[in-house]
């Protein structure tokens, strides 16, 4: 009975554990297409160097996640 009492105990933290990770875990870093207005935001918000590149990174991935949902709709 203490031995199924540890290993319930055990599996309920590691359970609470991975719960908290995916509770917490942040979608739009897998994909950069979910929120595209994140590299658009951080263009306007940038130093002024660093303005022009974050600028041109934020057209570059608008470009491509547009060209990847032309594909899924084909």
């Given amino acids: ?3 199924a009492l540890r290993l319930i ?5 590691v359970g609470i554990g991975v719960l908290a990770y995916f509770l ?3 979608p739009s870093q897998d994909d950069p297409c979910l929120v595209p207005q ?3 935001s951080a ?3 940038g130093e002024d160097g ?3 590149a974050l600028a041109n990174r934020a057209m570059l ?5 547009n060209k990847q949902r032309e594909a899924q709709t084909r």
Avoid: E, G
């Fill in 24 to 26: 917490t875990r942040d």
């Fill in 38 to 40: 994140n590299d658009i």
């Fill in 9 to 13: 105990s055990l599996l309920l933290i």
């Fill in 50 to 52: 660093d303005q022009d």
């Fill in 43 to 45: 263009a306007i918000l």
């Fill in 61 to 65: 991935q608008r470009k491509l996640c």
């Fill in 1 to 3: 009975m203490n031995h």
